[in-house]
């Protein structure tokens, strides 16, 4: 894996060298996910709402444990696009460590909390029941899911997208495999239902944080990081990591909080509606692959370019990428409004489901075009150090929007879930608008890291 040439003729090949691996990645993490609903599904409407509701409170507890490291990834990238590769090691290192201790740490709360957790978000009692054991399966596991995740970031600051590209083929494909396996009762493998869903993905993170260790350890890509860094805590590195994932983890606590309360507002409407918005939703993640990849290319092309002291390098990668994002995530706009109910059917649910899912599908293609401006300029704002500016947009957005407008929308003028997702989609377009006003306001030109 060589070093990017980062110079504006190159610009257009480097964002696609580094996002098409990501869309990829992407598309198999939704394959993974669709199948897993798809199996379920076939064991009713319960259980598809008890692992759609169990599995989206460890993704967002995930996430917001693994914030506490994503500030690595812009001061890899900056050290990177400097040629410091030795001080990009350590603060690499030093970052798996972090994701070691919170792993360790959290992983107890799972195994206590769990039934309270899925009782407190309003699930019905047979919901509870059998998201439980789902839930304190993943949880067990969840030091491996961090310690993938930094590995990931720090690849990604490096310049490396192949690599989580080619670990996540792996993963992806064990976990459905095991799936598949462990649900059924295929062979010797023993029924396990739910449950079955929980140890495909379990197994599959062990196999997936080998894979990164591996290539991090191995020393045949950018960074090669010792296993004696790792347990030699640098406390300045730590101290540069946690100031710029600060805001990150805020912002990531605020948005998964609001992605909490918008579930609990979906479950007070019923099991039907759960389910049909695990559906919209699994469809909806569809949209999120170019718009996400190029938010992560444009993070490492920000940060590198910033790094080799060359800002309208940096300018013309955002607004470039957010060209690409708004042609991609339009034309993907587009397919929702067409295809809504063929879509929603591949999930073969009840026709009550069916109606729900499909209204929601459509009004996701109204927030295409936000979602592509929101999530390109904070990916390339996070890039380059400043965390601050999309944790503000994240703290008013999440309490004033998201959860206001999707209460308004959905519970006081009864218009149910329709209107939980139509408050959703108001919340991400006024976000769009201003994370583009504090982009040409220009702070993340004057960050340190």
Not at 39 to 45: A, D, E, I, Q, S
Not at 168 to 192: A, E, M, Q, R, S
Request: hydrophobic letters at 55%; charged letters at 10%.
């Amino acid at each position: 894996m060589h070093l990017l040439d980062l110079t504006e003729n190159n610009l257009t090949k480097n964002i696609f060298k580094l996002c098409i691996p990501v869309v990829i990645e992407n598309i198999l993490h939704a394959g993974v996910f669709i199948s897993d609903t798809i199996m379920v599904g076939r064991l009713g409407t319960d259980a598809i709402a008890a692992v759609g509701l169990a599995s989206t409170l460890f993704f967002i507890i995930s996430m917001v444990f693994s914030s506490f490291t994503a500030g690595s990834a812009s001061i890899v990238a900056r050290h990177i696009g400097a040629k410091e590769e030795d001080h990009a090691r350590i603060v690499g290192a030093q970052a798996i460590l972090m994701s070691l201790l919170l792993g360790l740490t959290a992983t107890p709360f799972f195994m206590v909390f769990a039934k309270k957790m899925l009782l407190m978000m309003g699930a019905e009692p047979v919901v509870s029941d059998l998201g439980t054991a789902y839930l304190q399966i993943v949880g067990a596991f969840l030091v491996f899911r961090l310690i993938m995740l930094a590995c990931s970031g720090i690849l990604r600051g490096a310049g490396d997208t192949r690599a989580p590209m080619m670990t996540t083929i792996v993963v992806n494909c064990i976990n459905i495999l095991f799936n598949w396996l462990l649900v059924f009762g295929i062979g010797p493998f023993p029924k396990l239902g739910i449950s079955g869903v929980a140890w495909a993905t379990a197994i599959a993170y062990i196999i997936g944080t080998g894979l990164f260790c591996t290539k991090l350890f191995s020393g045949k890509g950018i960074l090669r990081i010792k296993i004696g860094h790792i347990f030699r805590i640098q406390a300045g590195s730590i101290r540069r990591i946690i100031r710029i994932s600060i805001p990150v983890t805020i912002d990531a606590f605020l948005t998964q909080m609001g992605f909490l309360f918008f579930i609990k507002i979906v479950a007070i409407l019923g099991t039907v509606s759960l389910a049909a918005h695990q559906i919209a939703i699994s469809i909806e993640s569809i949209s999120f692959m170019p718009g996400f990849a190029l938010a992560v290319s444009t993070a490492t092309l920000v940060g590198q370019s910033l790094g080799a002291k060359n800002v309208d390098l940096a300018i013309l990668s955002m607004r470039r990428s957010c060209y690409y994002a708004l042609s991609l995530m339009g034309f993907i706009a587009l397919i929702f409004l067409l295809f809504p109910g063929q879509m929603a059917m591949i999930f073969q649910p009840a026709p009550g489901v069916l109606s729900l899912a499909t209204v929601c599908i459509m009004i996701a293609a109204i927030e295409q075009p936000a979602l592509a401006i929101y999530m390109v300029y904070a990916g390339g704002l996070r890039g380059a150090g400043d965390t601050v500016s999309p944790m503000i947009i994240t703290i008013a957005g999440t309490l004033c929007l998201h959860v206001p407008m999707a209460y308004l929308f959905g519970i006081t003028l009864g218009w149910g879930l329709a209107g939980v997702w139509f408050g959703a989609a108001i919340d991400w377009i006024v976000r769009a608008i201003a994370i583009y006003v504090l982009y040409k306001k220009g702070r993340w030109r004057r960050v340190a890291v």
